[in-house]
């Protein structure tokens, strides 16, 4: 299995288990790991074989940007079930990291999911 990761993405949104918390925005970082067969686009050198990392930045940013949920894990679900609507993508591994809720910590989750 191949992977593309992209690290690190900022996001802003208003998610919380607490009322406070979906008040005001807060950041959010996000990194992904798609499991994805590569080979063609590494001999190709075509986007078109492969996935668009601009794409999938776009569905992160729609789900992270978008409605309020109280938790990480529902955003978490949300983006893999977008992500995997590629069904070139077999599987995906989302880490969602909240860096400004605590100040000595920093909560997360990570989900991987497959295409069926």
């Known amino acids: 299995m191949d992977y593309i990761h992209i690290e690190k993405l900022i996001f802003k949104g208003k ?12 950041e959010f970082t996000v990194s992904v790991r798609l499991g994805v067969d590569i080979a063609s686009a590494g001999r190709s050198d075509k986007l078109a074989h492969t996935v668009n990392y601009s794409e999938v930045k776009n569905k992160i940013q729609k789900v992270i940007e978008g409605a309020s949920r109280y938790l ?13 609507e590629d069904t070139r993508i077999r ?16 909560p997360g989750v990570t989900i991987f999911r497959e295409n069926s």
Not at 15 to 26: C, D, L, N, S, T
Not at 72 to 84: T, V
Request: proline share 2%; net charge negative; glycine share 8%.
């Open 15 to 26: 998610h919380g288990a607490y009322q406070e918390e979906r008040k005001v925005e807060q």
């Open 72 to 84: 990480l894990e529902k955003l978490a679900e949300e983006i893999a079930a977008s992500i995997l």
């Open 91 to 106: 599987s995906v591994g989302i880490t969602i990291h909240k860096p400004e809720v605590w100040d000595n910590g920093v």
